[in-house]
């Protein structure tokens, strides 16, 4: 049993900051890869960041470099995305992925972020 909880989410203005978190319980994602998507009205669940857990290799979306960052820590089993310069357009359902063998199977509930103009 694999549960993937995110928090963090929150309402800020354009510019701002905010810090999201995803904690993993039971098994881990030690061989494969911890990451971060997001979904807005109307549109498509879109790949926001990923962390190869191994190593630490990461990969973004254009639309994030440079703003966003990444991170995992080994001994708690989590992983952050520092969320910086936020935009009205960064408003989504943001959700917590986990994948072991090539894919994205196991998904947190997702936290709202809300970016005021």
């Known amino acids: 049993q694999v549960q993937l909880v995110e928090s963090g989410g929150g309402l800020v203005q354009a510019g701002g900051s905010l810090r999201l978190s995803c904690a993993a319980s039971?098994?881990?994602?030690?061989?494969?890869?911890m990451g971060w998507f997001r979904q807005a009205p109307g549109k498509e669940r879109e790949f926001v960041a990923q962390?190869?857990?191994?190593?630490?290799?990461?990969n973004y979306a254009d639309s994030v470099k440079g703003r966003f960052t990444i991170s995992r820590d080994n001994a708690k089993n989590m992983v952050d995305l520092q969320m910086n310069s936020l935009k009205p357009e960064d408003t989504a359902l943001y959700y917590c992925?986990?994948?072991?063998?090539?894919?994205?199977?196991?998904w947190g509930q997702g936290t709202q972020v809300t970016v005021s103009s």
């Open positions: 992925a986990g994948a072991r063998y090539g894919s994205w199977d196991y």
């Open positions: 039971g098994r881990t994602f030690s061989s494969g890869f």
């Open positions: 962390i190869r857990w191994s190593d630490g290799i990461t």
